[in-house]
């Protein structure tokens, strides 16, 4: 498809369960982001990519996040030992090179820790 | 530091009247980049517009109209004649370093026939 996809749409995991999400980016984008948006807020980063150098990781909120794109297109976040804090929905932007600075959004995966 | 408010949590309006969801942006940078977006229930960001600081110029796309005031630090957006299709969160985001986006937390708009 055109647009960034993200899998599974859905997800529950019982506190303590590690997880893995996906996301394909825009075939080329160079840029990967990804980002987690608790019910009702906006969006908060939590890291980037350029090509598969994660150059940002500010915003990953402890140690039970990791986050990698071994080959420069396909990303995943892993989630260790979930904590029922960690439901949220988790978001994958891609953008382009260059001065196109506008992100395009995935569809996010629903994350539901028991 | 940098931030976004995005005062309004929620607008409600009826078909055909005109909304403006007020953003305030905070940044130390000279130059820097805005951004609107759009979620539809569906859940996905759809991007909407994006302006740099130095152009001040309003834009009109359709029923669509933004309006940037640095002496103001606002980043306005009017929807004219609203429609029921308009009924979303709409996040204003504000560029960070490495090209993050700082979001602020939204105003959910609903229109109602």
């Known amino acids: 498809g055109a647009g960034v996809s993200q899998s599974p749409r859905y997800k529950v995991a019982k506190r303590g369960q590690d997880v893995a999400l996906r996301c394909d980016p825009i075939s080329g984008h160079v840029s990967l982001f990804w980002y987690q948006q608790a019910l009702g807020q906006g969006p908060e980063f939590l890291t980037y990519?350029?090509?598969?150098?994660?150059?940002?990781k500010s915003g990953l909120p402890s140690d039970r996040f990791f986050a990698e794109r071994p080959e420069g297109s396909v990303s995943t976040l892993k989630i260790q030992r979930t904590q029922q804090e960690d439901s949220a929905v988790y978001l994958c932007?891609?953008?382009?090179?260059?001065?196109?600075?506008?992100?395009?959004f995935g569809p996010g995966t629903r994350l539901t820790v028991t | 530091a940098q931030k976004v408010t995005q005062a309004q949590t929620e607008i409600s309006v009826v078909e055909k009247e005109d909304v403006t969801l007020d953003c305030v942006y905070e940044?130390?940078?000279?130059?820097?980049?805005l951004f609107w977006y759009k979620q539809p229930p569906s859940g996905e960001l759809v991007f909407l517009i994006r302006r740099n600081s130095f152009d001040e110029q309003n834009e009109i796309s359709g029923r669509y109209s933004w309006n940037f005031q640095k002496s103001t630090s606002s980043f306005n957006f009017t929807i004219t004649a609203s429609q029921v299709v308009d009924s979303a969160v709409y996040f204003c985001a504000l560029r960070g370093g490495y090209n993050k986006l700082i979001f602020g937390a939204g105003t959910r708009l609903a229109v109602h026939p």
């Open positions: 990519f350029q090509n598969e150098a994660q150059l940002d």
């Open positions: 940044t130390r940078d000279t130059t820097y980049y």
């Open positions: 932007a891609s953008r382009a090179s260059g001065t196109s600075y506008e992100q395009y």
